[in-house]
Every structure is written in C-alpha cells, then in structure tokens.
C-alpha cells in the first residue's frame, strides 16, 4: 500500500543536483561552446581560441583574454548559483550580460573532466582548478596569460544515457560551427579561431565594428550578402536594426533566421511571425525569409529568464514589438513590392 511505499525524502548530494541542472543546460558538445564563448564575451574578451577534438565529446577548450578570474574565486565560479553578473532582483530585471544563472560551469564540471585556468587582471600570477566528474581538486598555481582557459574533456563521460545521445562527430561539429555563426554575427568586433583535431578550421576575424557587412557576408554567404536590405529604425523606445534579405533571396527553410534581442539570439514566434507577415505578399508560398536582426530595448521591458537554456525571451509588450517589427520590415520591402507585380502564389 501507499503507507509501505513511502521512502524517506532526502537532500541530494550536490553534484547529483548539477547533474540534474545539466541535462537542461548541456544537451550537446555546442551547448557547452554557446555557455563558455558567452562567459568569455561577457568577461569583455577580443579573442576567444576555440580548440575541439572529435565533434568536442572528446575535448572542448576555451581560452580567452578578458578580465579573467582572481585564484581564490575559483572555486566559487565552479559553483552553483555563484555568479558576478547580478546581485540582486533588480539587477537580474536589467540584466545586460549574456550570463546570470551562475549554472553552466558547475553543470559543465559535473559531467565532464574539467579544468578552469585563469590569470585575473590585476594577479601576478595564474592559477587552475580541476573537477572530475564533479569532485573539486585543489587550486593549484599556474602559468596563464591574462585571461581565462576552461577545458572541458569527456563530456558525459558519467552520464552514459546521455553519451548515448551524442551523434556523429560531422553532426556534432555542425551544431558547434551553427552556434558559433550565431555568435559571429552578433560580435562581428570579436575575433573567433576555431580548431578541429588540431587543425585550424574557422577564423572569424575581428573586424573593430559592432555593424561589420564583412561578417554578414562570410557567416551568409555572397548571395545573400549581395541582397540584403539594410534596416535601422527606432521609435517607441525601440530600435530594429540589422539586414534583410530582398525577396528575391529566399530559402527552403527558416535556416538563415537571426534574431537577436540586447545582443542575445533567441528564437520569438512573435517576432518571426512579424516578419513572415511583413513578407506575406513578396514571397512565394511556402518560401522563407532570411534575415539578421537586431532588437533594442530597455532591459527592463524583457525577461531573459524564461529558460535555463537562455534560448527565449518574454516582452512585457509584445503586441507592440510585434507591430513594430511588421512595419518596419513592411516598410522597407516597399519598394521592391512596387517595382515589380506581386509575385505569383504557388
Ligand atoms: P554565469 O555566467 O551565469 O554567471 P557561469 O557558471 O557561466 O555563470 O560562470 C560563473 C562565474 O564564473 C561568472 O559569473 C564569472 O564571474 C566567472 N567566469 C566564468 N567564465 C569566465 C571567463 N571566461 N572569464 C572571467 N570570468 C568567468
Ligand atoms: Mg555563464
């Protein structure tokens, strides 16, 4: 019966908690570059190495030449709930970094052979941390240049029921490359080297501009390079900004659809229906836009934690984004509705 099922209840140890969190932070090899790229980012780097081996399941690492961390800190940036980024609610209403949560790193580590090496700005000396599978070593001294490495090796290791969902070292190597376009083409100012199984593979160089057409052009390609349309429109405390593809430049898929609210990609159905409804009638049925978008606000009209992944945001005013974005994009697909007839529905 009921009574004799009951077991007691318990705390869970905390490296069991981190590996509860994981499975909603770390799905895969890219998840892992997306959280430690955004903490290089956020520790203001101009470069970021990105060293892989097998599709990253055998080795991701990170290095990057921001403000570092001070060695004391160390084991507090490994764990959970620990974080610099915010201290308060109010903060976290504001919040303009990419990071909050305090929860990729000791995530990361407890499923994972990880090691942290830092050297923080104002420290003579580095120093490094190791976790296995997240049991904490001891910080040790370390030679580093300012900055800071995070070397993350074996992923799931631990975990079999997820190693078992990792796919081919292509595919994985394809989610990573994906989620690294996403980030170039919002830091278009920050230089991105990439390596696989210790051949260079991918430099997006820095190009000292937030607004770099450069970058469009080799995250997208010439042909949509060649075709865009260039937005900047502001009112009602809203700026869009960014490039659109011209009818003519059209997709199978939604697969070059970049939105980007306060510099982080999300995906919004708002949003995009926004854009499919600024389209409608330029485009041929079924046919997709293609876009890269850039939303400004006020922080405090956006709610960023509405996922551990970070992957959605929620508005305070939707419906007013929504229109916004309809008109603007309306607006600057007018003329190529005017030069020509209405494209024919298929
Ligand atoms: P969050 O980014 O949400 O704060 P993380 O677990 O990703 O949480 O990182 C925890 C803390 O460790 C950060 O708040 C930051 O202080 C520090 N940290 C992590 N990565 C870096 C880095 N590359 N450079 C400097 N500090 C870092
Ligand atoms: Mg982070």
Do not use: C
């Amino acid at each position: 019966d009921a009574v004799a099922a009951a077991v007691a209840i318990r705390q869970l140890p905390d490296t069991l908690i981190n590996q509860i969190a994981a499975g909603e932070v770390v799905e895969r090899p890219a998840s892992v570059v997306k959280e430690l790229v955004e903490n290089a980012l956020d520790a203001g780097a101009r470069r970021v190495d990105i060293d892989l081996e097998e599709g990253g399941v055998r080795l991701i690492r990170i290095r990057d030449d921001g403000g570092g961390i001070p060695a004391e800190d160390l084991p507090l940036a490994v764990s959970r709930h620990a974080t610099s980024k915010i201290a308060s609610l109010d903060d976290l209403e504001g919040v303009v970094t990419l990071g909050f949560r305090g929860e990729a790193l000791p995530s990361i580590a407890s499923v994972s052979r990880f090691a942290l090496m830092s050297r923080h700005a104002a420290a003579a000396h580095g120093a490094s941390l190791e976790i296995e599978g997240g049991r904490l070593g001891e910080v040790m001294p370390k030679p580093h240049p300012q900055g800071t490495t995070v070397e993350v090796r074996d992923l799931f290791f631990n975990v079999p029921a997820r190693r078992k969902f990792l796919k081919a070292e292509r595919t994985e190597l394809g989610h990573i490359e994906e989620w690294l376009r996403q980030l170039a083409l919002a830091r278009p100012d920050v230089e991105l080297r990439v390596s696989h199984n210790g051949k260079p593979s991918r430099r997006w160089k820095g190009e000292g501009n937030l607004l770099s057409e450069v970058r469009l052009h080799e995250a997208l390609g010439e042909e949509f390079a060649n075709h865009v349309l260039r937005i900047d429109h502001s009112a009602a405390g809203l700026r869009l900004h960014g490039w659109i593809a011209q009818p003519v430049y059209n997709r199978a898929s939604a697969d070059q659809q970049y939105l980007y609210v306060n510099g982080r990609a999300v995906r919004d159905r708002s949003v995009a229906h926004a854009v499919k409804q600024a389209y409608a009638d330029v485009l041929f049925h079924g046919r997709q836009p293609a876009y890269v978008l850039f939303l400004e606000l006020d922080p405090r009209r956006v709610d960023v934690n509405v996922h551990p992944a970070k992957h959605e945001v929620r508005f305070r005013d939707a419906r007013l984004i929504h229109d916004f974005v309809y008109r603007t994009l309306h607006e600057a697909l007018a003329e190529t509705r005017a030069g020509s007839a209405p494209m024919p529905f298929s």
